[in-house]
C-alpha cells in the first residue's frame, strides 16, 4: 500500500539534545512538508521540498533542519535552539507541490522533560 | 503574511443538528483545501475548492468558496456521531505554501 510512513510515533527526549524524526514515502510524489502542529492551533508549517536537494523555510522554520537526499525521504531535526520543541509533528506530500491534495504520514508526538 | 482565520473554534452539536464552520482569509486564495482530522488521528483531505462561488457536496457535507475568493465555508447536514472530529481549512495564495486555519473542533452528542 502507498503512503506516508513517519517514524517514531512517540519520542521522549531531554532538553538540550538534538532529534530527528523520520518521514518516507512510496507515492512517487515531489514536493515534502513539515508541519507542528500544537493545541487549539492549525498546523503551521516548518519546511517544504518541492524537489530533491531543494528546500524551503516555512513559518517557523527557527531551531529545525531538514534534508532532501532522496525522492522518498524528507527527515526533519528538531535541534536543541527549538525553545519550545514539544509539539506533534506531522510529514505530509503531495504530486503537485502548493496546488494538490495533502497526504499526511500519522504524526511524530515529541515530548522534551 | 497571509492569515486564515477559522471560526467557531469548537462547536457542540446534538446528533441530527446541523453544522457550519466559516473560514476567512486576508488575502484573495487561488484555491481552498479542506481537511478533517479525528481525535489522535492525523488530517484527511476532504475537498479542493477552486472557482469564485463554487459549490461542492458530498453526500451531508456542503462545501463553499466565496465569490471573492477570500472566504469557505462548510456545511453538514443532519450531524452523526462519525461526524466527530476537527475541521480545518487551508488556503493558497500562489505562494509555495496552503496557509492552515486554527480548525473548528465538532462534538456530537448521541
Known amino acids: 500500500d502507498g503512503g506516508i510512513t513517519q517514524s517514531p510515533k512517540y519520542l521522549f527526549r531531554k532538553e538540550g539534545q538534538n532529534v530527528t524524526l523520520s518521514c518516507e514515502q512510496n507515492l512517487n510524489h515531489d514536493a515534502m512538508y513539515w508541519y507542528r502542529q500544537d493545541p487549539g492551533q492549525g498546523l503551521r508549517l516548518i519546511y517544504y521540498s518541492q524537489i530533491v536537494n531543494d528546500f524551503q523555510k516555512g513559518d517557523i522554520a527557527e531551531g529545525y533542519s531538514v534534508s532532501r537526499e532522496k525522492k522518498e525521504s524528507f527527515p526533519l531535526t528538531v535541534t536543541s535552539a527549538q525553545k519550545n520543541p514539544t509539539a506533534f509533528y506531522l510529514c505530509?506530500?503531495?504530486?503537485?507541490?502548493?496546488?494538490?491534495?495533502?497526504?499526511f504520514g500519522e504524526g511524530s508526538r515529541l515530548t522534551v522533560l | 503574511g497571509q492569515q486564515v482565520m477559522q471560526i467557531p473554534q469548537y462547536q457542540h452539536v446534538q446528533e441530527g443538528e446541523d453544522f457550519t464552520t466559516y473560514c476567512n482569509s486576508s488575502?484573495?486564495?487561488?484555491?481552498i483545501q479542506w481537511y478533517k482530522q479525528r481525535p489522535g488521528g492525523h488530517p484527511v483531505f476532504l475537498i479542493q475548492?477552486?472557482?469564485?462561488?463554487e459549490v461542492k457536496k458530498q453526500k451531508r457535507l456542503t462545501f463553499q468558496f466565496g465569490e471573492a475568493k477570500k472566504n469557505s465555508s462548510l456545511h453538514i447536514t443532519a450531524t452523526q456521531t462519525t461526524d466527530v472530529g476537527t475541521y480545518f481549512c487551508?488556503?493558497?495564495?500562489?505562494?509555495?505554501?496552503?496557509?492552515f486555519g486554527t480548525g473548528t473542533s465538532l462534538t456530537v452528542i448521541p
Open positions: 487551508a488556503g493558497d495564495d500562489t505562494g509555495n505554501q496552503f496557509y
Open positions: 475548492l477552486v472557482k469564485s462561488g
Open positions: 488575502t484573495t486564495l487561488s484555491n
Open positions: 505530509a506530500s503531495s504530486i503537485q507541490g502548493h496546488t494538490g491534495e495533502l497526504f
